[in-house]
């Protein structure tokens, strides 16, 4: 029996909106924070029982799955859980003499061609549809009347079969990017960059409505306020421009610092000493400006 690539992509089940990506991104890790991955995944391995029946476990140990079956090395990590862009993989005896790995639920009991009275055992695990960054592809291989997979497309000398599907090399972590930002561009949390938003795009900056410049910053379209309305020091207020902000603060009881915006809509800063005391940001009686 041949198993060609166009059987692959034939029995892939529904997605569940479970995203993995290359850096590693999932739906369940916690949002800007990478946590081991060892929870969705699990090791792949080749085993041989009997001394010619290779098949593949992923019960990790050097006796595989029962005493007396052979370890033979590592195939890659897959997932435990059904994600998007991938497919289960199952495993089957054929005949009741040789254990083979299959896309097909059904143990490739029709069809042309097919060999029949094979017993559906369980399910092994999913391997993505098409390779990702980090993924190597596992060959289906043939020889004799053993079915086993491969990392190598030579089939280590056997028939080749086709590609099962795409592993990780390597246990990847998980994580899932976190951007809150109006125009996007900072840190996701996860190695990466969150992407930024297209220019022209409705965006805030200390509560001043703006626009986005296509590269992640905000371009505010008033750029300064002040709540005392200018340069008053006898009531206290607040001035907001583009970059930062300020609140009028008595430095001392005779002291106070006035912010205000000037004619390039930039905050300001004053200084004036009061005649009477300070108290909350403003002087309660007349003043002079020191520098």
């Given at each position: 029996?041949?198993?060609?690539?166009?059987?692959?992509?034939?029995?892939?089940?529904?997605?569940?909106?479970?995203?993995?990506?290359?850096?590693?991104?999932?739906?369940?890790?916690?949002?800007?924070?990478?946590?081991?991955?060892s929870?969705?995944?699990?090791?792949?391995?080749r085993?041989?029982?009997?001394?010619?029946?290779?098949?593949?476990s992923?019960?990790?140990?050097?006796?595989?799955?029962?005493?007396?079956?052979?370890?033979?090395?590592?195939?890659?990590f897959?997932?435990?859980?059904?994600?998007?862009?991938?497919?289960?993989?199952?495993?089957?005896?054929?005949?009741?003499?040789?254990?083979?790995?299959?896309?097909?639920?059904?143990?490739?009991?029709?069809?042309?061609?097919?060999?029949?009275?094979?017993k559906?055992?369980?399910?092994?695990?999913?391997l993505?549809?098409?390779?990702?960054?980090?993924?190597?592809?596992?060959y289906?291989?043939?020889?004799?009347?053993?079915?086993?997979?491969?990392?190598?497309?030579?089939?280590?000398?056997?028939?080749?079969?086709?590609?099962?599907?795409?592993?990780?090399?390597?246990?990847?972590?998980?994580?899932?990017p976190?951007?809150?930002?109006?125009?996007?561009?900072?840190?996701?949390?996860?190695?990466g960059?969150?992407?930024?938003?297209?220019?022209?795009?409705?965006?805030?900056?200390?509560?001043?409505?703006?626009?986005?410049?296509?590269?992640g910053?905000?371009?505010?379209?008033?750029?300064c306020?002040?709540?005392?309305q200018?340069d008053?020091?006898?009531?206290?207020?607040?001035?907001?421009?583009?970059v930062?902000?300020?609140?009028?603060?008595?430095?001392?009881?005779q002291?106070?610092?006035?912010?205000?915006?000037n004619?390039?809509?930039?905050?300001?800063t004053?200084?004036?000493?009061?005649?009477?005391?300070?108290?909350d940001?403003?002087?309660?009686s007349?003043?002079?400006?020191?520098?």
């Open positions: 029996m041949k198993f060609g690539l166009s059987h692959i992509f034939v029995f892939a089940i529904v997605v569940l909106g479970i995203s993995f990506f290359a850096s590693t991104t999932n739906t369940f890790a916690p949002t800007g924070e990478a946590v081991d991955s929870q969705y995944f699990v090791r792949l391995v085993c041989i029982n009997g001394g010619n029946d290779a098949f593949e992923t019960q990790d140990t050097n006796t595989c799955e029962v005493a007396g079956q052979r370890f033979v090395g590592p195939l890659g897959i997932f435990k859980v059904n994600v998007q862009g991938s497919h289960p993989i199952y495993r089957c005896m054929v005949r009741g003499r040789e254990a083979m790995t299959t896309v097909d639920s059904n143990c490739e009991n029709s069809g042309r061609g097919a060999i029949k009275q094979n559906y055992v369980g399910r092994v695990g999913y993505y549809d098409q390779q990702q960054p980090g993924t190597i592809p596992l289906r291989c043939y020889r004799g009347a053993d079915h086993f997979l491969s990392v190598s497309s030579s089939c280590e000398g056997a028939a080749n079969e086709g590609v099962m599907g795409y592993a990780y090399s390597e246990l990847p972590k998980a994580c899932q976190k951007c809150t930002s109006s125009c996007g561009g900072e840190s996701d949390g996860c190695e960059r969150c992407p930024a938003k297209p220019a022209n795009t409705a965006c805030t900056l200390h509560n001043i409505a703006g626009t986005c410049d296509g590269t910053g905000c371009v505010v379209t008033q750029f306020t002040d709540t005392d200018g008053d020091y006898a009531h206290a207020g607040l001035v907001t421009d583009a930062s902000s300020g609140q009028d603060t008595c430095i001392d009881e002291n106070l610092v006035e912010y205000l915006c004619n390039n809509n930039k905050l300001e004053s200084f004036y000493t009061c005649d009477a005391p300070c108290k940001g403003a002087c309660a007349a003043v002079k400006q020191v520098f």
